[in-house]
């Protein structure tokens, strides 16, 4: 899923970038970085956005 498929997402169910960083517990610019580029999420709290939003796959091992 693309940022832009996120964006449109949340557009079609009425929902805000904040109430969803709330909803998950966390910080809203840091979601707002993720979806904007603004950072590579490739580890920490970004990778964990990145892949709660869709946007990557998890990485962990079974």
């Known amino acids: 899923m693309t940022p832009e498929q996120v964006k449109r997402r949340?557009?079609?169910q009425g929902k805000t970038v904040t109430s969803w960083a709330q909803e998950h517990g966390f910080n809203r610019n840091q979601v707002y970085q993720?979806?904007?580029g603004q950072c590579k999420a490739n580890y920490g709290k970004a990778y964990e956005i990145a892949v709660k939003l869709g946007l990557k796959t998890s990485n962990?091992?079974?």
């Open 34 to 36: 993720v979806l904007n």
């Open 10 to 12: 949340f557009r079609q």
């Open 60 to 62: 962990i091992a079974a």
